[in-house]
């Protein structure tokens, strides 16, 4: 038997066939079920409406010392129980400037409603503009109209704008040139619809235009009001009557380019003279008018307040105001005399401060006057670096006296006007929500 025959597979050996298949595809390991999870929803969590009431209050007044009207509208959106508190709190100071803006006011305070009378019954401030010269301006009847739906309206702010001729009226006019354009005086109609209305306290009047009888047609329908601001066009005797003013005011501030007349201001004071505690001028008084003024109010003012005092005369005039508890002078230089014989009962002075303010008076002040709690400084440029300044701040912090300072004019005098509310001798007054609940009743 040779070796190849050895090889010969073909004998006796059949193939035998595999059925193999081969998959390519990537193995992956098996997928777990998702778990379906289940959110819940939490239940909102009750907020007594006290402490709803306490956070909407805390919030009305922003930085600047005025209503934030912003907010309170977020809030009267943030859910059911916040909207009414914080819609009141929204229609406590409302803005009227066309008709559009009234129209939509009326029909929100329609009292034929219950929603409608509570808004109107909210309203404690309303500053309203009569302008001619807007094509869509507010109207006086439906000015009047709104006044009388608010019955617990206490302060209201309005402002007249005379009617020029067309094409005359330029943006940015001077104001001698805006207050010499007519406007119509108020119409019977109007002043009985007033009348028939909420008896307003305090009134800020201020008149652009030529018309000199305005004023003296709304103290004749309001002889409530206790404080009075005035500004614009200077004011005359009203022509139809010699009887004097029925107001017995507490509280006068005006803003007059010239002053009225001193028959005017016999006239507008005449019930005032032991009344009258709060006085402010913002322009500059002539020597005749400042001692007019306080000899016959000086014996009863409490509060009193200067654009300045740098002259020998206009301090010789402050020293007779002997009740003093407030004295506010805005200007950076006051005549030393002003500190030296300044009344023990001062609780707050307020005045303006630079690099070169005679600043020893009145740290002398801070040591002595026994009753002073406050001191407001408006810091004029250069006022940071006065050499004094840091005296003044260890005396008032020895003293436990709150010393505030701002560069912004706007600023300290919100700072140190407060709200046109009775005053019990305290003084600086303030702006709170205290007061506003105050007018409310």
């Known amino acids: 038997m040779g070796f190849f025959n050895l090889l010969d597979l073909s004998s006796g ?209 309001w002889p409530s009001v206790k404080s009075l601001v005035i500004s614009g066009t200077p004011p005359q005797l009203p022509s139809s009557s010699t009887e004097p003013l029925q107001c017995s005011l507490e509280e006068l501030r005006m803003n007059f380019q010239r002053s009225p007349s001193f028959d005017f201001m016999k006239w507008l004071l005449h019930n005032s003279t032991d009344s009258l505690r709060i006085l402010e001028l913002e322009r500059e008084p002539s020597v005749e008018q400042l001692d007019f003024l306080v000899a016959t109010h000086g014996h009863a003012l409490h509060s009193l307040s200067l654009p300045a005092c740098g002259s020998h005369e206009h301090a010789l005039a402050v020293q007779q105001c002997q009740q003093l508890r407030e004295l506010k002078i805005e200007s950076q230089w006051v005549s030393p005399m002003v500190y030296k014989k300044i009344p023990e009962e001062i609780q707050h002075v307020a005045f303006g401060l630079d690099r070169d303010t005679a600043l020893q008076p009145i740290i002398d002040v801070v040591k002595a006057r026994p009753n002073l709690r406050a001191v407001t400084v408006h810091v004029w440029k250069g006022g940071e670096l006065h050499p004094h300044l840091p005296a003044l701040k260890i005396a008032c912090a020895y003293r436990g006296i709150e010393l505030q300072t701002t560069r912004d004019i706007q600023v300290f005098r919100a700072l140190t006007r407060g709200d046109p509310v009775p005053n019990n001798g305290t003084f600086p007054r303030v702006r709170s929500i205290e007061n506003l609940n105050y007018m409310r009743c």
Not at 131 to 143: A, I
Not at 165 to 175: E, F, K, L, S, T
Request: aromatic share 6%; charged share 20%.
């Open 13 to 221: 050996f059949s193939a035998v066939e595999h059925s193999v298949s081969i998959d390519l595809t990537t193995a992956y390991p098996p997928r777990r079920q998702p778990t379906r999870r289940i959110v819940k929803i939490p239940t909102p969590v009750h907020m007594p409406m006290e402490v709803v009431l306490t956070i909407l209050e805390a919030a009305y007044y922003d930085d600047s010392l005025q209503a934030n009207d912003r907010l309170l509208k977020d809030c009267a959106l943030v859910c059911r129980s916040w909207s009414v508190p914080a819609q009141k709190l929204l229609f406590s100071n409302v803005k009227l400037r066309t008709e559009r803006a009234c129209s939509a006011f009326t029909s929100a305070v329609n009292p034929s409603s219950e929603r409608g009378r509570m808004l109107g019954e909210s309203v404690i401030r309303m500053r309203a503009v009569l302008d001619h010269n807007q094509p869509s301006h507010l109207l006086q009847t439906s000015f009047a109209r709104a006044v009388t739906l608010c019955p617990n309206l206490y302060e209201l702010n309005l402002s007249v704008y005379g009617c020029g001729a067309p094409g005359d009226d330029v943006v940015g006019a001077p104001d001698v040139s805006r207050m010499s354009r007519p406007a119509p005086s108020f119409e019977d109609d109007t002043l009985e619809l007033l009348k028939s209305g909420p008896a307003v306290r305090a009134l800020t009047f201020c008149n652009w235009s030529e018309n000199r009888q305005s004023l003296s047609q709304l103290l004749d329908v």
